[in-house]
């Protein structure tokens, strides 16, 4: 299974919109994940629209629509024998495995957003993994969005940069 995985999107803000090479990994994925900052409704309608079905959390810019319609966090088995767990705001770096491990006790991995960081991190098979942002990259030299592979219980994580 390949998953395209977002975050921080923050649109529509000024012309702002998902480059296309992105626009192309999700429409190629068979599952979307959207880590919160999405913004509008709207965004997440257009996303739907792709094809792939979407999963998403509210961030904390969303619109009150959003946030009463999104979850601030989910659990899902992508696959048989992988569970992700998904929030927006993961809290301070310092001692963010170990946080999200007690918070997710069930889940092989957890995506979030919130910092625009691309990140992964792993401790005895648990893994974090922030996408970045594909739209607003702030002082990252890129911007980003995450890929996943799944199969055979395993969660494969990969940075994708963007132009």
Known sequence: MLIAIIADTHMPKGSRELPVQ??????AAELILHAGDISTAGVLAELRELGPPVLAV??????PALVQSLPAQL???VAPGARLAMTHDAGPAKGRLA???KRFPRADAVI???SHIPRLDALEGFQIFNPGSPTERRRQPQHTMG???VGRGRIAFEHIALN
């Open 22 to 27: 992105c626009v192309e990994r999700l429409r």
């Open 58 to 63: 509210h961030g904390n810019v969303d619109e």
């Open 75 to 77: 659990e899902v088995e």
């Open 99 to 101: 946080r999200l491990r």
């Open 112 to 114: 979030f957003g919130h």
């Open 147 to 149: 890929l996943a592979r």
